[in-house]
C-alpha cells in the first residue's frame, strides 16, 4: 500500500503556496467576456532541482531560477490542454510557471518544476 506524501507535507513540515489557473474567456449573449484567475491553496515541499530534472530544459528556462513543487494539489502545465495558460505557483514573493507535471495520484501529490517568472 503506498505512502501517501500528502499526509506528511502538512502546515508543520511543508509551506503555503498559492496556485493562480486562469480561466478561458467566453461568449455571453453575444458578447465577449475575459476569463477570470482562480486562487488555489496548498501546501507545499519547495526544493532545488536535481540534476536530471534541470535537465529536462533546454536553452534560457535552465538559466533562470527553477524550483521543484512537491504539493497536495493539481497543477496544470500548458501542455495540459489546447490554447490553455499554464498555472502559477506563488512562493515567497515569487512567481514560478509550472513547466513540468509528474502526476503522483497513487501518493496523493504531484511534483512540479517550476522557472521563475516574476
Known sequence: ?????????G?????????????DGE???????EGTTIIIKAIASVQQPTKQQ???FTGLERIKDMKTFYVN???RTSNDFDNEEAD???????????MHLGEWESYAYNIVLGVRIE
Not at 502546515?11 to 480561466?23: F, S
Not at 502559477?88 to 509550472?98: C, D, G, N, P, T
Open 54 to 56: 534541470i535537465e529536462l
Open 11 to 23: 502546515t508543520d513540515t511543508g509551506e503555503r503556496v498559492i496556485i493562480r489557473r486562469k480561466t
Open 73 to 75: 494539489k493539481f497543477v
Open 88 to 98: 502559477e505557483i506563488m512562493w515567497k514573493s515569487r512567481v514560478y510557471k509550472a
Open 27 to 33: 461568449y455571453i449573449n453575444g458578447i465577449w467576456q
Open 1 to 9: 500500500m503506498p505512502f501517501k506524501v500528502s499526509d506528511a507535507i
